[in-house]
């Protein structure tokens, strides 16, 4: 079973940057695809980063595009959040997740992080 423990998050200002970092602790790491996700007081869980294939390609929603971007270090058991440009409507928790396949279905994410929070403030 994978263990994920994300940090990074804080309060910041909105424009400001975060790396938000989710550790993994399954030595098949690499085997996982990993996917952002985040939920606002009140509101349904969203996917706001997932990679689509192996060549890299990643799906962000419009609320993100532009201004997200995910990666991750194998070596490292990490995936990471890039965040930019960051807006009073990005607060909300984020959440690290892993799934066996390429997919933008949050049912097929088994595995999830406790999640960190982001504040942005205007």
């Known amino acids: 079973q994978v263990q994920l423990v994300e940090s990074g998050g804080g309060l910041v200002q909105a424009g400001d940057s975060l790396r938000l970092s989710c550790a993994a602790s399954e030595r098949t790491f690499s085997s996982y695809v990993m996917g952002w996700f985040r939920q606002a007081p009140g509101k349904e869980r969203e996917l706001v980063a997932t990679?689509?294939?192996?060549?890299?390609?990643?799906y962000y929603p419009d609320s993100v595009k532009g201004r997200f971007t995910i990666s991750r270090d194998n070596a490292k058991n990490t995936v990471y959040l890039h965040m930019n440009s960051l807006k009073p409507e990005d607060t909300a928790v984020y959440y690290c997740a892993a799934a066996q396949v390429f997919t933008t279905n949050t049912r097929l994410y088994h595995y999830w992080g406790q999640g960190t929070q982001v504040t942005v403030s205007s």
């Open positions: 990679p689509t294939r192996s060549d890299g390609s990643a």
